[in-house]
């Protein structure tokens, strides 16, 4: 992973990333499953990273898809994204928007996390509980200079936790994505905001 990338990034390109556990986090990946959760998401990150340039971005893509679908709520992300116009969506338009949120979050990982300098990832041992959801803290440890905090509320749903928002810092990633998909919407409706998400993916892609 480029870390210098990772701290640039604004989290309209970042669907979220965490780490491994450190010592201090152990007893609550033991006993907390929203914890548990970021470890598993953040060991198949790590092997993504590690691939880099053998995988190249396409590769990576296909490695990370399958796990950003098991950790994060992508559904109900999407919807929160695009805010008020889902309600009025052809539950065809709602399943294309899905698929393309998901694509450009997997797109997003396999650009942004692209090889492995000796980082390594901790998460707090805390879990905080806010209404119906957990805050897992996390933060990315370059192998020199300061680490930066990554922040995970999770939800749990029938497959259990799973992320359904990410701050880095004090910005939402929910909020930054339904700012990104006002213009395209207001443009072009459903099809306009699958044709921007598309767009955006093949360019991380390339």
Do not use: C
């Not at 640039?8 to 990946?29: E, F, K, M």
């Not at 993504?48 to 098991?70: E, H, T």
């Amino acid at each position: 992973m480029s870390f210098r990338r990772v701290t640039a990034l604004s989290l309209a390109a970042l669907a979220g990333a965490a780490g491994l556990v450190g010592a201090t986090g152990a007893a609550a990946l033991q006993a907390d499953p929203a914890a548990a959760r970021i470890e598993s998401f953040d060991n198949s990150l790590l092997e993504v990273m590690k691939g880099g340039a053998n995988l190249g971005a396409k590769g990576r893509f296909r490695k990370i898809a399958p796990v950003i679908d098991s950790t994060f709520d992508i559904p109900l992300m999407t919807r929160v994204s695009v805010g008020a116009p889902w309600a009025t969506m052809s539950e065809s338009d709602r399943a294309a928007l899905v698929k393309g949120f998901a694509k450009l979050s997997a797109a997003s990982y396999a650009h942004n996390f692209d090889a492995f300098g000796g980082e390594k990832f901790t998460i707090e041992s805390k879990v905080d509980t806010r209404g119906p959801d957990k805050v897992v803290q996390s933060h990315i440890v370059p192998a020199k200079g300061a680490p930066t905090a990554l922040t995970y509320r999770m939800r749990q749903g029938a497959e259990g936790w799973k992320i359904v928002d990410v701050y880095y810092g004090a910005i939402s990633q929910l909020a930054t994505r339904r700012s990104d998909f006002a213009a395209p919407l207001a443009a072009g409706g459903a099809k306009g905001l699958l044709a921007h998400l598309d767009a955006l993916s093949e360019k991380l892609l390339k």
